[in-house]
């Protein structure tokens, strides 16, 4: 049974740093892709960052390009979200998502929700 296991966020003022953490129950390398995805209030769910488990690679929504990192820590089968020069439109719930596998590209898929499989219960991250 594989479970992804959200930690951190919480509550900071803008321009401030926060990070979030997601454990998985199983290694990385058994998934393709990790991403994180948010919800604000009374928005869709949006794809964040992901991170391609296979080659490193990293894909970022354009709005958080050059303040949010992704990384892996294999040893630890964690995913972690460095969110820097936070905004108050970073507020939402931050989901960590996992897939074994897409239906295309990476690239091309990796802001899609529904090509993930595996889903942690969310931590709140609130930006005043």
């Known amino acids: 049974h594989v479970q992804l296991v959200e930690s951190g966020g919480g509550s900071v003022t803008a321009g401030g740093s926060l990070s979030v953490s997601c454990a998985a129950s199983?290694?990385?390398?058994?998934?393709?892709?990790m991403g994180w995805f948010r919800q604000g209030p009374g928005k869709e769910r949006e794809g964040v960052a992901a991170?391609?488990?296979?080659?490193?690679?990293?894909y970022y929504l354009n709005s958080v390009e050059g303040r949010f990192t992704i990384s892996q820590d294999n040893s630890k089968n964690t995913v972690t979200l460095q969110m820097n020069s936070l905004k108050p439109e970073d507020t939402a719930m931050y989901y960590c998502?996992?897939?074994?596998?897409?239906?295309?590209?990476?690239?091309?898929?990796?802001?899609?929700?529904?090509?993930?499989?595996?889903w942690g219960q969310g931590t709140q991250v609130t930006v005043s």
């Open positions: 199983t290694s990385t390398y058994a998934y393709a892709c």
């Open positions: 998502a996992a897939t074994r596998a897409f239906g295309g590209t990476t690239y091309a898929n990796w802001k899609e929700a529904e090509e993930y499989t595996y």
């Open positions: 991170i391609d488990t296979g080659d490193g690679s990293t």
